[in-house]
């Protein structure tokens, strides 16, 4: 089945919080099958790959794909290029990667 949405996220040594983000948008409303988590590794040189892959084995509706040339333009094409649903959102990877209930 072809996801609805692919959520891209290009990171570049961002491992440490690269969990909390994947987690977030597994709990997320929507069913697993219309989705597709799609980490894009911008060149990291800390542990990205290793944390991104203690998830694939139990998440199928994540990916991982290594981009070599640094950049946000690098990252987010190379999300494009591995995308399996017509509409593509982006997110980026903050700090804290869940909202705060008491923002404005």
Do not use: H, K
Request: proline share 6%.
């Amino acid at each position: 089945m072809v996801p609805d949405i692919s959520v891209v996220i290009s990171t570049y040594n961002r491992a440490e919080v690269l969990p909390r983000a994947i987690q977030s948008l597994l709990e997320q409303d929507l069913e697993p099958e219309r989705f597709e988590i799609v980490i894009v590794d911008n060149n990291s040189t800390d542990d990205t790959r290793r944390t991104v892959g203690a998830f694939l084995g139990r998440v199928p509706n994540l990916s991982y794909v290594f981009e070599p040339r640094q950049g946000v333009a690098y990252g987010r094409n190379a999300g494009i290029l591995a995308a399996r649903a017509a509409s593509i959102a982006f997110t980026t990877l903050a700090t804290s990667s869940r909202a705060q209930a008491d923002l404005p």
